[in-house]
């Protein structure tokens, strides 16, 4: 099976000059583009030569010419109109792969720069309003060109068919039809001005709106335990007003704009029409009565383009700021950069801090100051502390998901800085607190990444991890869907699955960021036994804030306020009677 399409696409800056980025969106596809406008020129030919056709009937009948001529003129009618079928189906196969194509390429040049984002940007952000970018406003990118392209591409091919043949048949009255474009121009100068403003007020509106109902879908056992329903409605129907005042807003100035445009070229139509008939009527251009019909005939459709253009001014401006929402993820700097560090093939598991400092972006406080500590391979290190002690953080330095301050932090001797992290968290697994399944298999959430894996490493890995009881109570064992975010089944039981997927990976380094402290005594037990598998020949930290699940750890760390107070196993750090032995104290009574 073939991979997906996933090259990322070079675009220039989007926030800068979304109008130029869209132009880049389409260069590659350039080819297929210039064939597929060809094709829908020559499909919409009846819209500019059937006037002629019709003009030339008129006089036939009002001259009293032959049926032949009619006859020829019928003919040429059908195999305009025939020919409209297959080019435009060629169009539509044409212009959609080239649709289909970009907003492709747009989500997955997002979502490949998401994954590349820092932790610190994810934290930032919300997964609602990320949601939006990768899926409204690429949607507004394709709806943008599935909308405006063919709609104005048949505009430009009739004005420029309706002059040329106006010139051809008419030439005096090629300078009225000019008359059309200066109000055009000041029309669409107009609304530009005044749209991209209210487009990009009712985009950040969405995008709040959004956030707002992702913070309520998150909240909803808080609310409804706590009896805050009605509260939790009134601030989601705030930020629905906000959203419907900036609609209406903006569906005010395109409705306004639509009609100042409507009336202007229907005024310019009967103008054109009364002027070509007493031009006829006078003698003074020799007009005959067909050529007056065709005059008629091409301002309607002169100025009828020109209106459909001015009508897709708010659709390329929305268009656009989709585009320039798009490039704020895409220009976003905090980029964990990997491209040219040092390769790694193994991992030995030693791990060594030296000095290590940090300070999170704009908070005065030290998280973590001045930490020194070596593990050695396969050892077990737990780290313990109040809140805010710096236990977690210590983690996310390890992962490469925050960087330190001032020291380094060495894998084997070597300086985690000059190392490709995505290289080294294959030799990595995590079992956070909460466990996150997604609605797939038991089998696939446990092979989530990992390909060719047979079904006994599989098993091992669940009897390892102690879980085979809940897959022999599942209706189709390891085949059963597990539900988004794993919601059939238990805290406990999602959290050996987790183990399980740790296992299967087989990892040199692990991290348990407090895996237990969400779960009930019963619940614990079980993964106790399973944790006391995973933790073998393994360099292991462990976040704990219960003290019983880290007595077997080879050492413990004591946090507080970011620096080391206490280390030692579990029974030296007890008979210390320090910081640990009062943490003891205080959660058993």
């Known amino acids: 099976m073939n991979a997906p399409h996933t090259s990322p696409i070079p675009l220039p800056p989007l926030g800068h000059n979304p109008g130029r980025a869209f132009l880049g969106l389409l260069r590659p596809h350039r080819g297929k583009l210039l064939l597929a406008a060809l094709a829908f020129i020559v499909k919409d030919s009846p819209l500019w030569l059937m006037p002629v056709i019709t003009a030339r009937v008129i006089d036939i009948v009002v001259d009293r010419r032959s ?14 109109l025939l020919q409209n079928y297959p080019l435009h189906m060629a169009f539509t196969r ?16 997002l979502t490949e720069h998401l994954q590349s984002l820092s932790i ?30 063919p709609a104005a591409l048949s505009a430009v091919a009739a004005l420029t068919g309706a002059i040329i ?29 005044r749209s991209r403003h209210r487009n990009e007020d009712f985009r950040r509106q969405v995008e709040q709106f959004s956030k707002g109902v992702g913070e309520m879908a998150t909240l909803i056992p808080i609310t409804r335990a706590h009896g805050l329903e009605k509260v939790a409605v009134e601030r989601v129907s705030h930020r629905t007003e906000e959203v419907r005042s900036a609609g209406i807003n903006l569906d005010v100035l395109n409705g306004r704009f639509g009609a100042m445009s409507w009336v202007a070229y229907q005024l310019l139509g009967v103008f054109c029409l009364v002027a070509a008939a007493a031009a006829s009527l006078t003698g003074l251009l020799p007009i005959t009565p067909g050529q007056v019909v065709l005059l008629s005939t091409y301002f309607t459709i002169l100025t009828g383009g ?31 950069e990997n491209d040219g560090k040092s390769h790694i093939t193994d991992v030995e598991g030693e791990l060594r801090f030296e000095d290590i400092r940090f300070r999170f972006p704009g908070d005065p ?39 330190p301050t001032s020291g380094r932090i060495l894998l084997d001797g070597r300086d985690l800085e000059s190392l490709d992290l995505r290289e080294v968290r294959r030799f990595v697994s995590v079992v956070p ?29 669940l009897t390892d991890a102690h879980a085979m009881d809940i897959i022999e109570n599942l209706p189709q064992g390891w085949d059963t869907v597990v539900g988004e975010r794993g919601a059939s089944l238990s805290g406990g039981q999602r959290q050996r699955l987790a183990i399980a997927r740790a296992l299967v990976r087989d990892p040199r380094i692990l991290f348990l960021d407090e895996a237990t402290s969400a779960l009930d005594s019963e619940s614990e037990s079980h ?26 750890a080879d050492r413990i760390v004591v946090l507080a306020r970011g620096k080391i107070v206490e280390i030692g196993s579990h029974e030296q750090l007890l008979k210390l009677g320090g910081h640990y032995a009062r943490l003891h104290e205080a959660q058993n009574g």
């Open 120 to 149: 610190g940007y994810h934290s930032r952000a919300s997964a609602a309003v990320i949601q939006t970018k990768v899926v409204r406003d690429v949607e507004n990118v394709e709806l943008m060109m599935q909308q405006a392209f």
């Open 165 to 193: 043949m106006t010139a051809i048949q008419v030439p005096a009255f090629v300078l009225v039809f000019a008359l059309t474009v200066p109000i055009a121009v000041l029309l669409m100068r107009y609304v530009r001005a």
């Open 433 to 461: 607190q909460e466990s996150v399944l997604f609605d797939g298999t038991v089998r696939d959430n446990i092979t989530y990444g990992l390909e060719n894996v047979t079904d006994e490493r599989v098993l091992k890995a």
């Open 306 to 336: 020109i209106v459909t253009l001015l009508s897709l001014v708010p659709v390329f401006t929305r268009g656009l700021e989709s585009i320039r929402s798009v490039g704020e993820v895409l220009q976003d700097p905090d980029v964990e």
């Open 365 to 403: 406080r030290v998280a973590i100051d001045g930490v020194n500590l070596t593990v050695n391979p396969g050892e077990t290190i737990a780290f313990v502390g109040p809140s805010g002690s710096g236990k977690s953080t210590m983690l996310n330095l390890v992962l490469g998901f925050l960087r």
């Open 527 to 552: 993964i106790k036994d399973a944790l006391d598998t995973l933790l073998r020949d393994r360099t292991t930290l462990i976040v704990a804030h219960r003290l019983s699940t880290i007595r077997s």
């Open 67 to 80: 049926l032949t001529e009619l006859a020829i003129a019928a003919g040429l009618a059908v195999v305009l």
């Open 94 to 109: 044409l212009f959609s792969t080239v649709t289909r194509r970009i907003a492709a390429d747009l989500r997955n040049t």
